[in-house]
């Protein structure tokens, strides 16, 4: 939900494509993502996204969950340089 106090420019929406992983080797997921200047209704970007990710230590659900967390964050990252990008270059 928007808060009317915060301005806001762009929304970022992602979706989940695919999300595999095996125990004992890698995490990989697929995001399909785009960019929507707010105030205008306009599609600026969409991208897909794939990221593998080695589960270490390996075995365990633990290592899954924060493998998981390493590829959102490193997702985040892509869209926060393509965010900069589009400011620096309206």
């Known amino acids: ?4 106090s ?8 992602v979706e989940i494509v695919q999300l595999d992983s095996d125990l004992d080797k890698n995490l990989f997921l ?7 200047d707010v ?7 969409i991208k897909r996204s794939e990221l593998r990710q080695a589960i270490i230590p390996v075995g365990n659900h633990e290592s ?3 493998t998981l967390s390493t590829a959102c964050s490193s997702l985040s990252s892509e869209n926060a340089e393509v965010l900069a990008a589009l400011e620096a270059h309206p």
């Not at 939900?1 to 009317?4: F, I, L, T």
């Not at 915060?6 to 929406?13: G, L, N, R, S």
């Not at 105030?39 to 970007?45: G, V």
Request: net charge positive; glycine share 0%.
């Open 39 to 45: 105030l205008n209704m306009k599609t600026m970007i």
């Open 6 to 13: 915060a301005p806001v420019k762009y929304q970022v929406a």
């Open 1 to 4: 939900m928007r808060n009317p």
């Open 64 to 66: 899954d969950a924060k």
């Open 30 to 36: 697929v995001a399909q993502w785009q960019i929507i």
